[in-house]
């Protein structure tokens, strides 16, 4: 299993197969990404977060936050 984004139709709230962005690995998640989320107390990132339009600024604060803790940990 791997982290990815999916674009969902707003109809149906299907998703849109042929749009896929891998992300990380479940094993990345799991070692990395978790123990990032957890100590920075970030909630927008997590498994089966649907996101909005309207999100769009927050999750980048919330990457970059990843990112520099990334940067600093390992």
């Known amino acids: 299993m791997s982290v ?7 109809e149906d709230d299907s998703f849109d197969l042929d749009f896929e962005l891998p992300v990380a690995s ?3 998640l799991t070692k ?11 909630k ?4 089966g ?4 339009k309207e999100h769009l600024q927050s999750i980048l604060n919330k990457l970059e936050q990843l990112r520099n803790w990334a940067e600093y940990n390992l």
């Open 49 to 52: 977060t649907e996101l909005k």
């Open 4 to 10: 990815s984004v999916f674009r969902i139709n707003e």
């Open 32 to 42: 990395f990404w978790q123990t990032a989320i957890d100590e920075l107390g970030i």
């Open 44 to 47: 927008r990132v997590r498994n």
């Open 26 to 28: 479940e094993a990345c």
